[in-house]
């Protein structure tokens, strides 16, 4: 069973900067594209960031230029690093784990989700 675990969230102005972490154990991270999502009260689960088995990235043009993921995979772990953030980041953060694609931009791509971080931005 493979499980993770989000943390890193919190309060931040804007303009700040956070660094979200995923620790990812059950099986070993190598076999998994990684992504990140998040979800603001009453809207649907938006995709953030994905980082692929090789090492590829892909980000929706929101945060391009201001978020980076990575992954470690010998840590089991991944990264969000989030800067210049914006009262419009504020959300709910989870950490998902594909299977199937190597870059996987759709909450039903993933198969496995943490509980969530959650990031306040506040103007």
């Known amino acids: ?38 979800q603001a009260p009453g809207s649907e689960r938006e995709f953030v960031a994905v980082v692929s088995r090789s090492g590829n990235t892909y980000y929706p043009d929101s945060v391009k230029g201001r978020f980076t993921i990575s992954r470690d995979n010998a840590k089991n772990a991944v990264h969000l690093q989030m800067n210049s953030l ?26 496995y989700w943490g509980q969530g971080t959650q990031v306040t931005v506040s103007s």
Do not use: H, N
């Open 1 to 38: 069973q493979v499980q993770l675990v989000e943390s890193g969230g919190g309060l931040v102005q804007a303009g700040g900067s956070l660094r979200l972490s995923c620790a990812v154990s059950g099986r070993t991270l190598r076999a998994y594209v990684m992504g990140w999502f998040r």
């Open 86 to 111: 914006k009262p419009e980041d504020t959300a709910l953060y989870y950490c998902a784990a594909a299977t199937g694609l190597a870059i996987a931009t759709a909450p039903k791509d993933y198969d």
